[in-house]
């Protein structure tokens, strides 16, 4: 079994900035692609942003130039730093982890209880 934990989600004035992390723990040999998703309530979820074992990132059009994933494979975690905030980014924040729990091939995606970012004056 593998446990994600969000953090850093809060209130943020438009304009402003806020980071997040995402750390996995429990059964993981390596974790191939990790993500950000958002839901708006009444929404559906969607893709934020994605980042490959080896780094390569995609962004939805809507947060390119503004958002950064990154992440840190030795700590099994992934971040999101979001600059320029405005208020259509108000959600809330889940992390995704596609993990290897073994060197055997086999893949299994978990996800993040979720964290609420709100960008509001």
């Known amino acids: 079994q593998v446990h994600l934990v969000e953090s850093g989600g809060g209130l943020v004035q438009p304009g402003g900035s806020l980071g997040l992390s995402c750390v996995a723990s429990?059964?993981?040999?390596?974790?191939?692609?990790m993500a950000w998703y958002r839901q708006a309530p009444g929404k559906e979820r969607d893709l934020v942003a994605s980042?490959?074992?080896?780094?390569?990132?995609d962004y939805a059009d809507s947060v390119k130039g503004r958002f950064t994933i990154f992440r840190d494979n030795a700590n099994n975690t992934v971040y999101l730093q979001m600059d320029s905030l405005k208020p259509e980014d108000t959600a809330v924040f889940y992390c995704?982890?596609?993990?290897?729990?073994?060197?055997?091939?086999?893949?299994?995606?978990?996800w993040g209880q979720g964290t609420q970012v709100t960008v509001s004056s």
């Open positions: 429990g059964s993981i040999f390596r974790i191939n692609d």
């Open positions: 980042i490959t074992w080896a780094g390569s990132t």
């Open positions: 995704k982890a596609d993990v290897r729990p073994t060197p055997r091939p086999g893949l299994f995606r978990y």
